[in-house]
């Protein structure tokens, strides 16, 4: 048995000795001298140890609010070798250039960026077989009954180079205007999203699926001289071909889109008379479900989305809108306001006429560009001058509520005057601000027909002030009712294309949530019953 640490060898001698002279007086003398001698064997042995054992420092076995001086200074072992290496490591990331380091930072940069800009998803564009699209514009010359529409499809669907602009348009931006056709948006949307930021090559992380079926090209050279069912094969044929792929069969075609280049009303035939006008493409069973963009939308239909006419101005960087913005507000205009179009003397109480022969009576207000005798194809200067030189310009419908005059007007500065509230009223809510009161005046046709002097006396009500605080409105929204040249769009600008197809995919990503609710909702439900 050893001492205990707070012991001493003579106090145990004491207590040995005690118990000595105790046994002593118990037994006798000789059983008691060999007993005395392991006694004194095992004091010797305890004196021994106590006298080599290694000093027992107390504070460690005490916590001290104040760190011991050695701890502080000298470091474990270990722990200083792993402060080497991390130190080594560092060293090593220090040293690396720092134009890689620049590169990796923009790297990530553009990685998280590029993320953020398809927030809403990405879209799928399929692989048509060429007779859908790329046949017919190989085949230009056939796409009109009357005239070649090679010019038309030429450029991605921007058209010829323009020309004769030498006297309106700064020489540095006359490489943004093309004479581009009203009805090509087909393919400026095809060529546009084959270089789009959200486009996937994987069906599988598609948010939609882009048809890229030119149908106002397809139709344009048998609207006329041929059978209702004649018109429709070419829809048929495509709709054969896109119900059988996998991705159509997923959700029914609800999450597919196209876009077409005429106007919703062209598609929409009621009859299989052959004397009824037009093919029945959106009235065919497959297209029930199917979201499409249109230069002029159905105002009754909620699958329907109309998207600007493409014009003539098609920047390729910022500076360029910045700079034709800029030429537009400071503009000095001669005309009150101005009318551009040409009668139609086959309909009868043509409305076009009467704002014609109007104008031509205000010869002090009013700028006529009479189209029977002014060669007026899509974006020729004088239509362009006209607009330029006036405060407002008067638009009737077209061959539906719109025309794409409406948007030159807007493009020069010019104040558009609206006949039809179908013409403004649900068209373009994606592309033009609201209320359209901010930038637009409305006059009753009927009105305007019983008393043409209506026109000038509604338009003399505006201030100076008031137009220039219109025009401003117009020239802010500029971009977004613009077809851009690059494929990569404006830069931090987007453009007519970019707007639609992100408002497509926002469309299609709520419209997927609403259904994963939905149906967690009915699965919730049964699991209760």
């Given at each position: ?133 790329k046949d017919l514009l190989n085949n230009c010359h056939d796409l009109d009954p009357w005239s070649s529409r090679c010019n038309a499809v030429s450029n991605g669907g921007l ?371």
């Open positions: 048995m050893l001492p205990s640490e707070n012991s001493s060898p003579r106090k145990t001698f004491k207590k040995l000795r005690n118990s000595f002279h105790l046994i002593k007086s118990q037994v006798g003398f000789h059983h008691c001298k060999w007993f005395l001698l392991i006694i004194l064997i095992q004091v010797t042995f305890i004196l021994f140890l106590a006298g080599t054992s290694p000093p027992r420092h107390h504070h460690h076995f005490q916590i001290s609010s104040k760190p011991h001086k050695q701890n502080k200074d000298q470091l474990p072992q270990s722990i200083d070798h792993q402060k080497q290496s991390n130190d080594h490591v560092q060293d090593l990331q220090d040293s690396k250039p720092k134009k890689e380091q620049q590169k990796l930072q923009k790297q990530l940069a553009k990685a998280k960026e590029s993320h953020d800009e398809c927030e809403s998803g990405r879209v799928y564009v399929y692989d048509l077989p060429t007779e859908f699209n058209g010829p180079k323009a020309t004769g602009l030498e006297s309106i348009v700064p020489e540095n931006l006359r490489s943004a205007w093309y004479w581009t056709d009203m009805y090509s948006a087909e393919v400026i949307y095809h060529e546009r999203m084959l270089n789009y930021k959200c486009r996937t090559l994987d069906p599988q992380n598609a948010t939609a699926f882009y048809i890229p079926f030119y149908a106002g090209l397809a139709i344009g050279k048998i609207l006329w001289f041929t059978t209702a069912k004649e018109r429709d094969q070419p829809s048929e044929h495509m709709l054969q071909w896109v119900k059988d792929q996998p991705y159509w069969n997923r959700n029914n075609g609800s999450d597919h889109f196209l876009m077409l280049g005429r106007l919703t009303w062209a598609f929409r035939r009621k009859t299989d008379d052959d004397s009824d006008w037009g093919t029945s493409f959106l009235r065919m069973p497959l297209m029930k479900h199917v979201l499409r963009l249109s230069i002029e939308k159905n105002p009754w239909d909620d699958l329907e989305v109309s998207v600007p006419y493409p014009m003539a101005f098609h920047p390729q960087f910022e500076t360029e809108i910045k700079q034709w913005q800029d030429l537009v507000r400071s503009r000095n205009r001669s005309s009150h306001f101005c009318f551009v179009g040409a009668v139609r003397k086959k309909i009868k109480n043509d409305f076009r006429e009467v704002l014609m022969n109007y104008c031509k009576n205000e010869t002090g207000s009013c700028k006529v560009v009479d189209c029977s005798v002014a060669h007026c194809y899509d974006g020729a200067p004088a239509i362009l001058e006209a607009f330029l030189d006036s405060d407002f310009c008067l638009q009737p419908k077209g061959d539906g509520f719109t025309r794409r005059s409406m948007f030159d007007c807007m493009l020069a500065g010019s104040i558009p005057v609206y006949f039809w509230e179908g013409s403004f009223k649900t068209q373009y809510e994606w592309h033009l601000p609201l209320p359209s009161e901010d930038y637009s005046v409305y006059m009753d046709h009927n009105e305007v027909r019983n008393d043409t002097s209506i026109v000038r006396k509604v338009l003399d009500k505006f201030s100076k002030e008031d137009v220039k605080r219109m025009r401003e409105i117009l020239i802010d929204a500029m971009p977004k009712y613009l077809y851009a040249r690059s494929n990569q769009g404006l830069g931090s600008s987007n453009d007519a294309f970019d707007i639609a197809i992100d408002e497509v995919l926002r469309r299609f990503k709520q419209q997927r949530e609403q259904k994963q609710i939905l149906e967690k909702t009915r699965n919730d439900e049964n699991s209760i019953e």
